[in-house]
């Protein structure tokens, strides 16, 4: 099914202010154009023209306010000659405050993984936001028509969203409201979410939690509710075993460890020290290359066959060809204050940009590099690109954190078996406060000097991202300090990606 779904982002609305109370709704003459009320009621129609540009087409179905009229609109922008999506309510609500109060407030996110927020205003009795029109399948609908996604496929569409997650926390914002509901598989085959919250209590914890849930939910078709402290309706609870929650691997034959592992320690991520950033690198060695498939590409399950007949195939393909809204949510879920949506932010733009591609990386053979040292660290530097957090390379415990004033460094060289394009490099480490550089070369050499420096060393977490833009075949991962570790200074290095 193809859903259109309420950009609940917003851009830098710096033009709302002065909308709020010099605004106007009209409706052109015409049969079938309705009016905006003048009074206190705002009872939109088909046809009604916000600030001279928005009309609303149609309403979508399964979308109603709390006092039953349409809540989200098909509309056109007349300026841009695009399709949008309006949101109305009535202005003298606590619903109508809040929808208008968070469009505001999330103005200062702007990433494409963001559903955006055009414009904004409050007019005639009425509040009214305007967001992108998105063509995508929420994962509620995917889990509802097909059952729990392929591994690698819910891999990657949880590291998408984690990926994005982490550029809000980057900027000390939370999304406050992750759900089934409000994560769309888009046309293309990226992934945007919706529904970010303005008033929300959440911390960064509680979206790293939410992430976990989604990854249990697209591999079980069970909502983890207790965890989380939210029901998503229509979905079954998460099973329970003497009283613990049962890991994926548990509930569904085919689960890695790894990806079980990863699942848990994300819905635990204070014990844990899982961030979204961490769980996105974990995430990346498991994850389909591929694009996310669209509902017709997603292997159905032949006990669900019952839900599809011919007729409603042929009905959904043509909603899908049409780009019309089909679903509950559309971009906004029941919130604890009622039912109406809760915006987020974006960037605005005539079309959207196309969600980038980046495929993993194969590493072809590792070594430990350590011109200076006695040989007793070269071993495993194959657990540094196995695809499993649980194992590592470690050094050997030292007195000092600079390897005891022993030698300058030491570090892990990855061999990709080729020159690659390399745009972005993770690491995962046991331990925070390490210092870290990124290097590469051409030559596989057993001086450290002879790979030129990306990324300068830097005190790193527990995850690091390099962005970079070299193409090379040999990777240096180069330590020069190691944090404590109890009264001794040691590193662990867990999985080095590339993509």
Known sequence: MTAGHLAEGSPALNWVAGYLDSGTATAEGGEGEGIVSTDARCVPKQGTLFAGRYRLSEPCPSSTSLDGQPLHWRGFDEVLNRPVLVTVMAADTAEGA??????VANGRVAHPGIASVFDAATVDGCTYVVGE????????ELLHEHGPLPTDQAAALVQEAAETISVLHEQGLVHGNLDPGNVLVTADGGVKLTSLRSNTDDDAADDVR???ALLYAALTERWPADVVHTTMPGMPLAPYESGRLCEPRQVRAGVSGTLSMLTMRALDPVASGTSAGRLAGGLAGLANAHDLPLTDEVAPDPTRSWRRGAALLGVLLVISLAGLVVGFSLGAIKSPSGDYPILGGGKPAASPPPAVRSAPLSVSNARILDPKG?????????????GNLATAWHTEDYFRPRFGNLKPGMGVLLDLGTAQSVRRVTLDLTAPGATVELRAGDENDNDPAAYRT????ATSGTNVTFNVSTKARYWLVWITNLPAQGSRYAIGVAEVQFR
Request: net charge negative; charged share 30%.
């Open 133 to 140: 029109w998105v063509d995508g399948t929420s994962l509620a």
């Open 210 to 212: 939410r992430l976990g």
């Open 454 to 457: 990306l990324v300068k060393p």
């Open 374 to 386: 006695d040989g007793r660290e070269l071993r495993d530097a194959d657990l540094t690109h196995d």
């Open 98 to 103: 809040e929808l208008l109060a968070s469009a």
